[in-house]
T-cell receptor
Framework: GAVVSQHPSWVICKSGTSVKIECRSL??????MFWYRQFPKQSLMLMAT?????????EQGVEKDKFLINHASLTLSTLTVTSAHPEDSSFYIC????????????FGAGTRLSVL | GENVEQHPSTLSVQEGDSAVIKCTYS??????FPWYKQELGKRPQLIID?????GEKKDQRIAVTLNKTAKHFSLHITETQPEDSAVYFC?????????FGTGTRLQVFP
C-alpha cells in the first residue's frame, strides 16, 4: 500500500498566527513530497516540492517566507503558514512519491484552513 | 512551463451512458499522465494512469488514451454509475512535478 496521513484535517486560527500542517508517509519512505493549495471548485495548484534533507523548491509566486516547508525525515514533511491572513484560507493537500523512479503521487486527506 | 487544459468543466450523463473527458498539454517532454477522482472535501484518488510509451490503457470500466503527436489524452468511463459522480482531474508530469487540469465535474443521474 501507500498511505499518506495529513494532520490536522481542519484548523481555524486567528489572523496573524502561524499554523503547522504535517504530512506523513506511513508505509513507505518518501524522499520527495509535494504541497498543493486548492481553492473551492478549483484545481490543485502546486506550491512547492519538499526534498528530504534539502531546501524546498517553491513555484513561482509562492512566498517561501510565508509558507515554510521542512522535510527533516524520510516520512515527514511540514508546512507552516506564518502570520496567516484570511486570504490564506484554503484547502492544503500534500502528496508523497515512492522512491525508485515512480511518478505516482499518493495524496493526504487535506487540511482545511480557515483564518478569521 | 507546462499547461494542461481540460474539457468539459461539467458533464451530466444518464446512468449507463459513457462519459469522456479530454485534456491537452503543452510540453512535449511530459511523459506521465494520471487521472484523479476527487469527491467533495476528500483527497484525490488515482484511478488510472498512462505513460508516454503507451497509447491506451484500460481497467474495467475506465480507459485512457494518449495521442502524443497531438498532445491529447482522454478518460473514458463506460456504463456510468451514480457513484462515479465526482470531480475528475487530469495531470501531466514534467520535471517530476504534476501539473493539473482545471477539473471536470461529472454528474451521473440514476
Amino acid at each position: 500500500g501507500a498511505v499518506v496521513s495529513q494532520h490536522p484535517s481542519w484548523v481555524i486560527c486567528k489572523s496573524g498566527t502561524s499554523v503547522k500542517i504535517e504530512c506523513r508517509s506511513l508505509d513507505f519512505q518518501a524522499t520527495t513530497m509535494f504541497w498543493y493549495r486548492q481553492f473551492p471548485k478549483q484545481s490543485l495548484m502546486l506550491m512547492a516540492t519538499s526534498n528530504e534533507g534539502s531546501k524546498a523548491t517553491y513555484e513561482q509566486g509562492v512566498e517561501k517566507d510565508k509558507f515554510l516547508i521542512n522535510h527533516a525525515s524520510l516520512t515527514l514533511s511540514t508546512l507552516t503558514v506564518t502570520s496567516a491572513h484570511p486570504e490564506d484560507s484554503s484547502f492544503y493537500i500534500c502528496s508523497a512519491r515512492k522512491p525508485g523512479g515512480s511518478n505516482i503521487q499518493y495524496f493526504g486527506a487535506g487540511t482545511r484552513l480557515s483564518v478569521l | 512551463g507546462e499547461n494542461v487544459e481540460q474539457h468539459p468543466s461539467t458533464l451530466s450523463v444518464q446512468e449507463g451512458d459513457s462519459a469522456v473527458i479530454k485534456c491537452t498539454y503543452s510540453d512535449s517532454a511530459s511523459n506521465y499522465f494520471p487521472w484523479y477522482k476527487q469527491e467533495l472535501g476528500k483527497r484525490p484518488q488515482l484511478i488510472i494512469d498512462i505513460r508516454s510509451n503507451v497509447g491506451e490503457k484500460k481497467d474495467q470500466r475506465i480507459a485512457v488514451t494518449l495521442n502524443k503527436t497531438a498532445k491529447h489524452f482522454s478518460l473514458h468511463i463506460t456504463e456510468t454509475q451514480p457513484e462515479d459522480s465526482a470531480v475528475y482531474f487530469c495531470a501531466a508530469s514534467i520535471n517530476d512535478k504534476l501539473i493539473f487540469g482545471t477539473g471536470t465535474r461529472l454528474q451521473v443521474f440514476p
